[in-house]
């Protein structure tokens, strides 16, 4: 059993607000570490992007999950996993939750699309699978679960797909009851006025999750009022190291040297920190190693 | 045949200076393509660092390849791959250049010290293999490349182990006559000064290759003079993102949301411009999928 | 390019009745290329089967191109592989075999049942994918092959699926339009009736591939006669391998001694002989390995 | 915590001779299981024979511990696994052993030799590793697994490399101290002289493992005798397969088709069975599962 599943249910389920910070490599879920976070959100668009490729199951599951277990081992901190709609059908889904929990991940999440799945931002798509279809997958992953505290989130992609609240409403009370830990409800607006309308009509016994990436403007105490448990930060470390690996080639480019690029970097050694070098040299002379 | 191979064989050893920037993941090479550099090196260093490992061959030589593979579908660019210490004997550097002649890979980097390899930087290990031995490794490479043109280069870790400039010389003679199309000549110093000693000693036809992460002050005007062929910006869009991301990471977790994140980050849409995720919308109707 | 794309296309093309024999890893098709067929199917079943995994995408399409890429290596002939039903839509076909392309895979057989699959043996599953969208899927591998000669073989499932020999043509007729090179018709009754019907109806242009597994006593001859191009004998390397390694293993067991055992299986020096161990004695030498 | 590695403890240490039974794919894990075996031997050179490989690290350790996973997956029998000399350094036999410990194997063997291995059947390398540089390895795995009671068998090839009796000897003692768990005393002589010589000066608190390959025809009653607690039936399915496999095809190669070759082969339904299909069936009722 990995402490980290209960972390992850105390996050997802406890009295105040929590946040889940992207990581989409080992490295950056190093940084979100160090820099104080609870809970890593292992972004399914992040780990694509890294991989030069779309949101779009491009990347076999068991590739992303390579990640994932390099993640886990990168980081003690709780992992929630973006599995997008779960890379196929209800016994996909339950190879998919054995090897999580194997892997010391802490949960999966996984959304009501087809296979393979449409990035929500970028695609018109409004497919949704069906109720009973999404609820059997979502049975055949808490009976596939090794850890008995492996936590489910079921995400609502009703609003992505332009269907009312209700129809959202709807699929949220059935997939809790179909035995969902937390409900992940997404929406592509740019304001929360969907999501603040959902929160206050659903059920309260629910835990809420939502990614403010598109409604980033709305000031986190409106979430925490309506009683959302949890927020995810999706992208941004993906897209800060966009931003400044951009800049930093452009000047390296333009000026053929090193000198202005080097205060616009972490210092060397910062990577042997972040890797712990040191403990290997440790280790070295335990371990008799004379090389 | 890929003519990135022949494009690699250019830049090492035409008449004037050229430069591989980093990276370590398909995302990564796209930004270095956009920036208009010519060629990518894809650093052991990073790419292990990007995983949370340390440089020591923690990951398996198949698991590296993967990600110079998502790199070499995600660029046009001609990819110079750091090797390590080929990960094994001869028999297993046959079958590593096969396989990167097969992925569109167009050069490989080896370098003489034993398996597993210690970072040059923070290590002191001056184990350097023997020369007819990795003359070996370098005949085996050369008959086991698919593609005529695939670039050797072979690294002399003499300086970093502490020998003399004259038997980096040696070495670096004896491996261009084994083979190699080029030698990348190393040093941790935080001046060049053995380095350009190194450059003015070496018969002319060996096709020079320099890493000047240490001595990161020296102009290139002198590298230039000396006739070094090819300057490695060696880990620096990796080290700019750790940069970055501890910085977006600490602002949100100290604000609790995204308004003063936003700016630090590139938008989405370039997310799904470096993917192209275009091109996947005008397929879909282009092979009638209804999804 | 792989002459094996050719060599393959000659066998489906060509004038006279070809044989595939299966193969499910790189020693059996090593035992396949010893014996003197000239090529090999790689079947999904049987590779599966190896895994130990049921005939359903439980191994995720990677894991799948692993395997067979050690099968590409492992032999000279060329090698038709089963690739269900494309382990997803267009795009993940595409980039399916844009990777058989790089590994030196001679064609791809894809079928018109939605992903994940179920074996045509063991289910009553009678849901076939639209013939259009069937159709872009064999456009879009048409379209991503890096080799012009690239064979991609459409298998008809609807004799599987209780459908009439008079659809089953239709379909034959449209994926062979959309630019399937070859047809491989499937059924799984005890008779070859229906499938003598379809070979006599269908356009003498297209050509035609069968599976006998189930009507496994019907004479070649007649195969022949109705002008089958290419019969594979699709998974009894699997299971001679089941039933001599269940019946050595239980002799072993009994006996709790290898005397009986012996004589039941191959010297240990086949092995040696089948991996070419003499190679790399030699290559030793040659290249001064000094282990 | 799996409780196999308990069960492997007690075949390993117990009171009476036990037996593992080869397999080298998750099909073989199963066959072993159906014989009623105890435990299984997840042999290096068949996985890598199976890959098409040669015994001498081609395939890299990942793609090893990949098969070991459908392995572990495929049966509920506790698993050895050969792990050759650890894949590299002690650091490399860290992340191995907790890499194993999380895929549910059992126990790991790992041999006094250098990376890359050569196969001790026909090799005349006789190369050992420093007997400190080896305990240390061990120390290293035993600190690094993460199930209290996983077991190290650390093999002597002292006696395969030429060396005297009294070297094994001296090598059993130093590994046993340093922390393994059992000792495996190899050889390949014809007769089992110098392996019985071995177990009877061997201290009686150190668990004798031993594989009779070259001296099969010993009365396993001699074992036994001396004390010896583990016999592995060490590549016996592999070379059965071979066997059968060149058999069948020659066979169907000769006739064109399959009437000879129907009876040399398990029923498909032996497949369906092992691999356990009907489960699929009936999990697709109860998880609502419409296709």
Not at 93 to 122: Q, T, Y
């Given at each position: 059993?990995?402490?980290?599943?209960?972390?992850?249910?105390?996050?997802?389920?406890?009295?105040?607000?929590?946040?889940?910070?992207?990581?989409?490599?080992?490295?950056s879920?190093?940084?979100?570490?160090?820099?104080?976070?609870?809970?890593?959100?292992?972004?399914?668009?992040?780990?694509s992007?890294?991989?030069?490729?779309r949101?779009?199951?491009e990347?076999?599951?068991t590739?992303?999950?390579?990640?994932?277990?390099?993640?886990?081992?990168?980081?003690?901190?709780?992992?929630l996993?973006?599995?997008?709609?779960?890379?196929?059908?209800?016994?996909?889904?339950?190879?998919?939750?054995?090897?999580?929990?194997?892997?010391?991940?802490?949960?999966?999440?996984?959304?009501?699309?087809?296979f393979?799945?449409?990035?929500?931002?970028?695609?018109?798509?409004?497919?949704?699978?069906?109720?009973d279809?999404?609820?059997?997958?979502?049975?055949?992953?808490?009976?596939?679960?090794?850890?008995?505290?492996?936590?489910?989130?079921?995400?609502?992609?009703a609003?992505?797909?332009?269907?009312?609240?209700?129809?959202?409403?709807?699929r949220?009370?059935?997939?809790?009851?179909?035995?969902?830990?937390?409900?992940?409800?997404?929406?592509?607006?740019?304001?929360?006025?969907?999501?603040?309308?959902?929160?206050?009509?659903?059920?309260?016994?629910?835990?809420?999750?939502?990614?403010?990436?598109?409604?980033?403007?709305?000031?986190?105490?409106?979430?925490?009022?309506?009683?959302?448990k949890?927020?995810?930060?999706?992208?941004?470390?993906?897209?800060?190291?966009?931003?400044?690996?951009e800049?930093?080639?452009?000047?390296?480019?333009?000026?053929?040297?090193?000198?202005?690029?080097?205060?616009?970097?972490?210092?060397?050694?910062?990577?042997?920190?972040?890797t712990?070098?040191?403990?290997?040299?440790?280790?070295?002379?335990?371990?008799?190693?004379?090389?």
């Amino acid at each position: 059993m990995d402490s980290r599943v209960q972390t992850l249910r105390n996050l997802l389920t406890g009295p105040r607000l929590s946040f889940l910070m992207e990581a989409h490599h080992g490295l950056s879920a190093k940084v979100v570490e160090k820099t104080g976070f609870e809970g890593i959100w292992a972004s399914g668009l992040s780990i694509s992007a890294s991989m030069g490729l779309r949101d779009a199951n491009e990347a076999s599951w068991t590739q992303v999950l390579e990640v994932m277990e390099f993640m886990s081992d990168a980081t003690s901190l709780p992992i929630l996993a973006d599995c997008d709609s779960g890379y196929g059908n209800f016994n996909n889904v339950r190879r998919l939750i054995k090897k999580l929990c194997r892997i010391g991940i802490a949960g999966a999440c996984i959304e009501d699309k087809i296979f393979p799945k449409a990035n929500s931002f970028v695609t018109s798509q409004n497919i949704l699978v069906d109720v009973d279809e999404f609820c059997g997958k979502i049975k055949a992953a808490k009976d596939a679960q090794t850890d008995p505290t492996f936590n489910l989130v079921a995400r609502v992609e009703a609003l992505i797909a332009g269907r009312s609240v209700q129809e959202a409403l709807d699929r949220a009370v059935n997939y809790f009851h179909a035995g969902a830990d937390a409900i992940l409800i997404h929406s592509k607006k740019n304001t929360a006025e969907q999501i603040l309308e959902f929160a206050k009509q659903c059920p309260p016994q629910i835990p809420l999750v939502i990614i403010p990436t598109s409604y980033y403007n709305t000031p986190t105490k409106q979430f925490e009022e309506v009683g959302i448990k949890t927020i995810i930060w999706a992208n941004y470390n993906l897209r800060a190291s966009i931003k400044a690996m951009e800049k930093v080639s452009e000047i390296i480019k333009r000026e053929r040297d090193l000198l202005k690029a080097e205060e616009m970097v972490s210092p060397l050694e910062e990577v042997f920190l972040l890797t712990n070098e040191k403990e290997l040299d440790l280790a070295k002379k335990r371990y008799n190693d004379q090389s």
